[in-house]
């Protein structure tokens, strides 16, 4: 892709927007985290991004049908999935109104932290004479969390009950299966790149089906899990098997999309979203060709973009501009035909255009 061999221009602070055939200047102040662009020739081009904000504020462009969805920036904090410290927190005590009321910080000293992400706080506990998983989250975000109760499949982490009560609570406990020995694929693949090693091809192939059908089991069930990453999917270094968790951006299919608000990680986002149009389950599709991606290449995607602006910008491009709707570029000596075709179908710019998560499952048994 010769685009991505001029990667000096596109991050210089000169680039062309995808909703104009002009130039501006791009300022970032990342203490507000906004993005403005200043345009220099056409006054009829995006002036502000701000992921605080509607995306109609975003996209200020009279020939765009934009829906009232927000897009925040989130940060991504590193996960670490396993931890030797066997303390656990008790959540059948008073231990679990203080929780609910005031948060973690209390406890840090008295349970094992099991994983920090954008949407909560995971730790070691026990309820009802069970060892689980306990996620904290602000009371606002159990209506996405509640999307994984009731879903039972090998391939999916299993939500067992939410907490919550709203006379005195600020936060909720969302008590999921407790799997003591998985690592995120984000620190397997991190592990691997690191001794310079490859995936073994049966691991390979496991890992890619597991995922593609916990996914589709999701979709069966009429969730779109919006966040697919490889720091949300488990893997258990022993039976290699993958579960997907953290269903805090999640959302059903007959969800009113207008009043969504979009918290996923911007370089596995579908360019639709980016452009301000409803996410679908073929959202995820677009992010599970960049989860794959990253399983063969052992890297981060658009890793050579500076910031998330430059990212939303390159990869979400407007068909007629030609020069944009940029993906990760695939060496062919590492990157068998059939994968590659893989790729290229669930990162098609046209949602209607890839596989559902079914014939990913098929391409992925052929391949």
Same mark, same amino acid.
């Given at each position: 892709?010769?685009?991505?061999?001029?990667?000096?221009?596109?991050?210089?602070?000169?680039?062309?927007?995808?909703?104009? =055939?002009?130039?501006?200047?791009?300022?970032?102040?990342?203490? /507000?985290?906004?993005?403005?662009?200043? *345009?220099?020739?056409?006054?009829?081009?995006?002036?502000?991004?701000?992921?605080?904000?509607?995306?109609? !504020?975003?996209? =200020?462009?009279?020939?765009?049908?934009? @829906?009232?969805?927000?897009?925040?920036?989130?940060?991504?904090?590193?996960?670490?999935?396993?931890? @030797?410290?066997?303390?656990?927190?008790?959540?059948?005590?008073?231990?679990?109104?203080?929780?609910?009321?005031?948060?973690?910080?209390?406890?840090?000293?008295?349970?094992?932290?099991?994983?920090?992400?954008?949407?909560?706080?995971?730790?070691?506990?026990?309820?009802?004479?069970?060892?689980?998983?306990?996620?904290?989250?602000?009371?606002?975000?159990?209506?996405?969390?509640?999307?994984?109760?009731?879903?039972?499949? /090998?391939?999916?982490? &299993?939500?067992?009950?939410?907490?919550?009560?709203?006379?005195?609570?600020?936060? %909720?406990?969302?008590?999921?299966?407790?799997?003591?020995?998985?690592?995120?694929? &984000? $620190?397997?693949?991190?592990?691997?790149?690191?001794?310079?090693?490859?995936?073994?091809?049966?691991?390979?192939?496991?890992?890619? &089906?597991?995922?593609?059908?916990?996914?589709?089991?999701?979709?069966?069930?009429?969730?779109?899990?919006?966040?697919?990453?490889?720091?949300?999917?488990?893997?258990? @270094?022993?039976? *290699?098997?993958?579960?997907? %968790? !953290?269903?805090?951006?999640?959302?059903?299919?007959?969800?009113?999309?207008? /009043?969504?608000?979009?918290?996923?990680?911007?370089?596995?986002?579908?360019?639709?979203?980016?452009?301000?149009? @409803?996410?679908?389950?073929?959202?995820?599709?677009?992010?599970?060709?960049?989860?794959?991606?990253?399983?063969?290449?052992? $890297?981060?995607?658009?890793?050579?973009?500076?910031?998330?602006?430059?990212?939303?910008?390159?990869?979400?491009?407007?068909?007629?501009?030609?020069?944009?709707?940029?993906?990760?570029?695939?060496?062919?000596?590492? %990157?068998?035909?059939?994968?590659?075709?893989?790729?290229?179908? %669930?990162?098609?710019?046209?949602? /209607?255009?890839?596989?559902?998560?079914?014939?990913?499952?098929?391409?992925?048994?052929?391949?």
């Amino acid at each position: 892709m010769a685009a991505m061999k001029n990667i000096a221009s596109i991050l210089s602070p000169k680039f062309l927007s995808p909703l104009s =055939p002009s130039r501006g200047v791009l300022n970032v102040t990342k203490s /507000e985290g906004k993005v403005t662009l200043r *345009h220099l020739e056409r006054p009829n081009v995006v002036k502000k991004l701000d992921f605080s904000q509607k995306i109609e !504020d975003l996209w =200020p462009t009279s020939n765009l049908n934009v @829906p009232k969805i927000k897009v925040e920036k989130s940060e991504d904090p590193v996960i670490t999935l396993t931890n @030797p410290s066997a303390f656990l927190l008790d959540i059948n005590t008073p231990n679990k109104k203080y929780l609910a009321q005031n948060g973690l910080d209390k406890f840090k000293n008295r349970t094992t932290i099991l994983g920090k992400g954008t949407f909560g706080t995971v730790f070691k506990g026990k309820h009802k004479d069970q060892t689980v998983a306990v996620k904290l989250i602000p009371r606002h975000s159990s209506k996405q969390e509640q999307n994984a109760l009731n879903l039972y499949h /090998e391939n999916i982490v &299993q939500t067992l009950e939410i907490i919550e009560n709203s006379e005195y609570q600020n936060y %909720c406990l969302v008590i999921m299966e407790y799997l003591p020995k998985t690592k995120s694929l &984000q $620190d397997l693949l991190a592990n691997l790149k690191e001794s310079n090693s490859i995936f073994d091809p049966k691991i390979f192939k496991k890992t890619t &089906q597991d995922i593609t059908k916990g996914l589709k089991f999701l979709h069966d069930h009429g969730v779109m899990h919006l966040d697919l990453k490889p720091k949300n999917i488990l893997v258990d @270094p022993v039976g *290699h098997a993958c579960k997907i %968790c !953290d269903f805090g951006n999640s959302a059903r299919v007959t969800d009113r999309m207008q /009043e969504f608000t979009y918290k996923g990680t911007i370089i596995y986002t579908a360019p639709e979203i980016l452009l301000g149009q @409803p996410p679908t389950v073929k959202s995820d599709i677009y992010s599970l060709g960049l989860v794959f991606w990253q399983i063969i290449f052992l $890297d981060t995607p658009f890793k050579e973009f500076e910031n998330v602006e430059s990212i939303i910008y390159n990869v979400s491009g407007v068909e007629q501009v030609g020069k944009f709707n940029l993906r990760p570029k695939i060496d062919k000596n590492q %990157c068998d035909t059939a994968m590659e075709t893989i790729l290229t179908k %669930c990162w098609d710019s046209l949602p /209607e255009s890839r596989p559902n998560a079914q014939e990913v499952v098929e391409m992925l048994l052929k391949a």
